[in-house]
């Protein structure tokens, strides 16, 4: 593949600042009208072999554009946070707000082109981490990301002669690193996995630029170029194209969730104190155990209103020590979390080894009220089945524990809560006009409530169905089922 | 202390029963006019004894008021990523903007009482964190946040008697955590370690409430009120009295800072890139000293508009490695940060240890541009001399080294460039009708500038003013003073 990069054009040097200084102020001008007008966030991936100008491109860029709109990153090995959360999660965190530009160097690629150069991951490692790369970047450009990935190549007589030049003056000699004489001796390997790497992850809506980088200033050139024309095409009149849907990765279980009833006769409020003592107990036993310090516990309520999921979350809670878990009551997005992709927010709070999250309401919000109210359009919560599962499916994979329970309530028992919330002062902010506005939407959330159910029961992720117009059964049914398990993982 | 802490008026339970449903609505009430009216943050410490009911009233506070709008906080150990950055980095991170409440579980007590109790931190070690605690929490109340700190107290025999209860019923055993057992065999000296803070932590603007634990309802109750009590007061006119000024920590140099003036003959052009890469690989080299990786650096520039910022901050970061580096170009604050005292935003982008932090303009906009503009009141733009410094302070502690660059353009020097700027195309976004605007106000920048320089240049973080009228000379100087500061500051 890099046999056949296309040797660049070389401008006489009058021309070619003429060429730059016009592509300058054309760039700029697009940042601006991306900024204000098309609202798509920019993300430009700078890769390529060592000593091709990668970090001066990087600089380079900042300096073309209004680097107040650019961010920047770069990432060094794992540190604890990073090992300690899902793989991709660091890259999330990199991500730009819409209009905004990001310049990753060497993007999500360096460390697992790295790890297969030094053979530290084997190659279907290799291929798993290209796939969830892959899917990362699907995301991003359904949600209407800009995505522009460059790689700058030099052949291996080039790289080791500007090596060769830069340590013959002791004024440059810092420049080469011993890692980049490494990467010389392992030119071959480099370029063989770079390019093993670069075919498992061109597309057409995250393509790959290969680009000769024997020239530094005409490479430059050449990126900006291929910049500008993408920023401009971000301009024109329904330019975002959405890339086709990918084949699933997740197939949900043909299984429907587990539904767990009350017994026949109610429980006494005595027996229910004693029996959610014990099961509280056991899940405290459970967390503490050391097994656990390399697993997390993510759950998931899910319900309508007045279901009893702050009531179920509490009784968690009591089971926990405080330095150990945190809860996520989930809202409408804010105007600062709607300017990135829609899961962003939830990556922010994943859990980290040894910790649990409590989500009141999820990311299903996207297919039950964002569906029924009209907040998404057809197009994306039709795709989000797919994509939480993947979601899910990457936080499983780190070992996080995902457990999700749907709080069935029946709308008797329901419209009993609402009226005793009704009554009671201090539980009036708990039924708005909105709850009864819901309310009457209910046969609207079946259909929504269905589809959830049908599709997002996975094998990593499932959903346990509690009958919840009984408090003390649901709260029980759900302890239990948490503790059961997660004595099955933790073995 | 604790030997006089008032025991609770018992209550019968029917009227316990009223008084909590009353006090619930109230809180309700009372939280949604804060969030409305108010829009101060309010932070609850929850500290106290083991088995005294501090995680329970944690639940309970979430369960009382809308938990959408609290954020509870509780800290472990400290990670990497922690003990990479200064030591009251995390606690920032907890903070509620306007108008939400945060719920900190142990606060930023625990830390430094824990050491002290394990006899880890020597007294003086002691002493100097609860002062960082009072100077931050005096920052947070000059901001205008409603600070509360509750210390649940149980007598040694209480707290035996309770931990006996819970270990004989093999259902609740799991209630009494190893820890808890040596928190009960060190009770007099946790006691003893715990009044040394809090004395030295009790203020009018952030009191401590002792509560006597002894009946955990009663206690809860309590809590409640004064919670309740204190948060009404705030919505009252006036209601925020600001703390009295504490004696500055931070004394300025007596001696005026270093000014560095151009070589009489001016530089040539291959002089300087000879020089300049030379001055660049002796920054490398220092950066990539092993004991660097136990250091940090920050580079401050500031300097009227046009005075060679950029420029200056490219030339740094072409000598450094781009995973090691991150350049923030300050603006005016979002909407979002401006809901956060305003140092919060730049606690946010401290470097971590290794890393090297760049400001393109910084924290001294509040003196400079906010001054001039009237964007800050005198009150807040005149105390944040001290805030700066003691800001400075915490992060040259923790190991950063901080060097500020102020680049003295003439009037002259600046109104040529910024015609250049105009003429060139791709320049012209660097200069706007507000830079215009600006110059005009240069006389009124001159004596913010004066102060700025006289009354923020400190021993651990001193101002270097460059004479920037020549570029070359500039970019020169100022990488000379970094290598000079990292080779004396490295050792």
Redesign the interface.
Known sequence: MFDTVAGIARLEDARLDRAL??L??DL?DVQ?SVLEQAKRPVIVVISGVAGAG???L??TL???M???HIR?S???PR???ER?RPHMWRYWQALPSRGRTAIV?QGWYAEAVDARVGRNIKRRVFWHRLHQIRRFEHMLAMDGALLLKFWLHLDAETQRARFKTLRKDP?????V?PEDMQELARHKRICRVAEEAIRLSDAAHAPWHLIDASDVPHAELEVGRILLHALRGTLKQDAHVRPPALPPVVIASEEPAPRLHPPASPRRKSDYE?EL??L??RL??LL?HPAFSRRALAIVFEGMDAAGK?GAI?RI??AL????Y??H?V?APT??ERRYPWLWRFWRDVPRDGRVALF?RSWYGRVLVERVEGFAVEQDWSRAYEEINAFEREWSEHGIVVCKFWLEVSSDEQLRRFNERGR???K??KITPEDWRNREKWPQYVPAVQDMLARTHTEQAPWTIVAADDKYHARLAILQTLCERLEAELG
Chains 1, 2 share one sequence.
């Not at 020590?321 to 150990?324: L, S």
């Open positions: 200084a016009r300058r102020a700029l601006y990668r970090g001066r990087v600089n900042n300096e073309w209004d680097p107040r920047t770069a990432f060094a540190d604890e946070a300690a160097f004024a440059t000699r810092w420049r690193t004693t003592e014990r509280q107990g405290n036993l503490r702050g509490r809670t009591r020590d405080a330095r150990t945190r809860v009551p809202a105007e600062h009141d009671q002062r201090f009036r902010f």
